[in-house]
């Protein structure tokens, strides 16, 4: 909670880490100034690259107390502007799971190896990253909350089954190992409203520990303010909802 006497102060910058096969990959960090102890956040990236909305993402979830990395996916996919890298990362059938999910478990282990950190690390993605957040979830040890926000191909078969996404997320949901928040919007054809129904049925009938909040007027990448698809109002609530859930699960 945000009072006006805090003290606030935040370093944010472009740093480098460890990741899959011990390859250096960049990473934006925000980190909240102050003795501590943090709780961190990992932020993943959509599919449209690891651009500015991203960064302020950070700053916000930093602002709020939590120490935050977003590592750049497409980092081995060389410099640019974001958009042109994501567009040629895409073209050529997008990254591989594992090779994700490696940078991602790196980027939480980065952050465990920080000295203020309470020991505590959430996951956060948005549209194919909220994909990742889910699978990240049940496939890595040691996240402690997990944020899916318009999971786009958590429920997949036959074509949206490639040979670097061979999987569907939602066969993994008896190893989710930590408690998840899921925000979608009715509108919204990546997830459906039906498969975010599979989604919820199949969290329920393996005993998981999970809130779905679901908005009418919304569609995908709603919370994204420089595209048409931002919806302010369902965006405040859904932000609203994010920081009530970390308090819960981190803090």
Same mark, same amino acid.
């Given at each position: 909670?945000?009072?006006?006497?805090?003290?606030?102060?935040?370093?944010?910058?472009?740093? $480098?880490?460890?990741?899959?096969?011990?390859?250096?990959?960049?990473?934006?960090?925000?980190?909240?100034?102050?003795?501590?102890?943090?709780?961190?956040?990992? %932020?993943?990236?959509?599919?449209?690259?690891?651009?500015?909305?991203? #960064?302020?993402? +950070?700053?916000?979830?930093?602002?709020?107390?939590?120490?935050?990395?977003?590592?750049?996916?497409?980092? #081995?996919?060389?410099?640019?502007?974001?958009?042109?890298?994501?567009?040629?990362?895409?073209?050529?059938?997008?990254?591989?799971? +594992?090779?994700?999910?490696?940078? %991602?478990?790196?980027?939480?282990?980065?952050? #465990?190896?920080?000295?203020?950190?309470?020991?505590?690390?959430?996951?956060?993605?948005? @549209?194919?990253?909220?994909?990742?957040?889910?699978?990240? *979830? @049940?496939?890595?040890?040691?996240?402690?909350?997990?944020?899916?926000?318009?999971?786009?191909?958590?429920? +997949?078969?036959?074509?949206?089954?490639?040979?670097?996404?061979?999987?569907?997320?939602?066969?993994?949901?008896?190893?989710? $190992?930590?408690? %998840?928040?899921?925000?979608?919007?009715?509108?919204?054809? *990546?997830?459906?409203?039906?498969?975010?129904?599979?989604?919820?049925?199949? %969290?329920?009938?393996?005993?998981?520990?999970?809130?779905?909040?679901?908005?009418?007027?919304?569609?995908?990448?709603?919370?994204?303010?420089?595209?048409?698809?931002? #919806?302010?109002?369902? *965006?405040?609530?859904?932000?609203?909802?994010?920081?009530?859930?970390?308090?819960?699960?981190? $803090?």
């Amino acid at each position: 909670m945000y009072t006006t006497d805090m003290y606030e102060g935040m370093l944010a910058e472009t740093t $480098s880490i460890r990741s899959h096969n011990g390859d250096a990959i960049n990473a934006y960090i925000a980190k909240p100034l102050g003795a501590g102890p943090f709780p961190g956040m990992v %932020l993943i990236h959509h599919a449209p690259g690891w651009d500015e909305w991203y #960064r302020e993402a +950070a700053r916000r979830y930093a602002h709020h107390g939590y120490i935050t990395i977003s590592p750049n996916l497409y980092h #081995r996919d060389g410099d640019g502007e974001p958009y042109e890298v994501g567009a040629r990362v895409r073209a050529a059938g997008g990254i591989p799971d +594992a090779q994700a999910l490696g940078d %991602l478990e790196g980027a939480m282990q980065y952050l #465990r190896a920080l000295p203020n950190l309470n020991g505590k690390v959430g996951i956060f993605g948005t @549209c194919s990253g909220g994909r990742l957040s889910f699978l990240s *979830a @049940c496939r890595i040890k040691g996240f402690d909350a997990a944020i899916e926000c318009w999971g786009g191909r958590v429920v +997949a078969s036959g074509d949206d089954l490639t040979d670097n996404q061979p999987v569907a997320p939602i066969d993994f949901t008896n190893d989710l $190992s930590c408690p %998840l928040l899921g925000i979608f919007g009715n509108d919204d054809q *990546a997830p459906t409203p039906e498969q975010v129904n599979q989604h919820e049925e199949k %969290l329920k009938a393996a005993g998981k520990k999970y809130d779905f909040h679901r908005y009418d007027g919304a569609g995908h990448g709603f919370f994204y303010y420089h595209t048409p698809n931002y #919806r302010q109002e369902q *965006a405040v609530d859904g932000w609203s909802k994010i920081f009530t859930f970390l308090e819960s699960n981190l $803090s």
